[in-house]
């Protein structure tokens, strides 16, 4: 109801226009490459990289894919849930880690190492809205062509990264700061 009102009010319409005024000249660039290209839109994933993720099939399958947005996320899982797990963090030490850098340093190392392979998703809302927007814009043959991989990939490798902290990486630590029983 606050949203049917808000937009009656006349200047909500003046919100909409920029988001559709800056999106015009971008999809009239990609026309003109698809044109000088030859390329049909629909069914064309050089274009459609703009919007999603997509892995070459020439240099990987959808498994081998699935296992490099698996490995990546999961290493970046680990390096986050590693350095804001709780039992890491001493209320009396003053010293803190630097963790956004680390973590930023950790994403720029991972779309530069996997990015030629599977364009590094690591991150489902990353793939599947901007997926949605090339199936609106008229890739419909191949907007959500494999788009299951960027989905199941960046799932399962969170849940390796986080069990790999959780279940192995902080009970070994735990393990060796007591020292052995006596």
């Not at 049917?4 to 909409?16: C, G, I, M, Q």
């Not at 809302?125 to 890739?139: C, E, I, M, S, Y």
């Amino acid at each position: 109801r606050l949203c049917l009102t808000v937009w009656r009010k006349p200047w909500a319409h003046r919100l909409a226009l920029p988001p559709v005024t800056w999106c015009t000249p971008i999809l009239d660039s990609i026309q003109a490459f698809e044109e000088n290209q030859g390329l049909v839109r629909a069914s064309s994933i050089v274009s459609a990289r703009v919007f999603g993720e997509y892995f070459d099939p020439a240099l990987l399958n959808s498994a081998e894919a699935l296992g490099v947005e698996a490995f990546g996320t999961a290493v970046l899982a680990t390096i986050v849930f590693g350095l804001t797990h709780p039992s890491h963090h001493d209320p009396k030490d003053p010293s803190k880690l630097p963790i956004p850098p680390i973590v930023g340093s950790t994403i720029f190392l991972l779309i530069n190492a996997l990015g030629p392979l599977t364009q590094a998703g690591m991150n489902p809302a990353r793939d599947f809205g901007p997926r949605l927007v090339a199936f609106a814009n008229g890739w419909t043959d191949v907007a959500f062509q494999d788009c299951w991989v960027y989905i199941a990939g960046p799932l399962v490798g969170a849940l390796v990264g986080a069990g790999l902290v959780d279940k192995v990486l902080y009970p070994a630590l735990l393990h060796k700061l007591k020292g052995p029983a006596s």
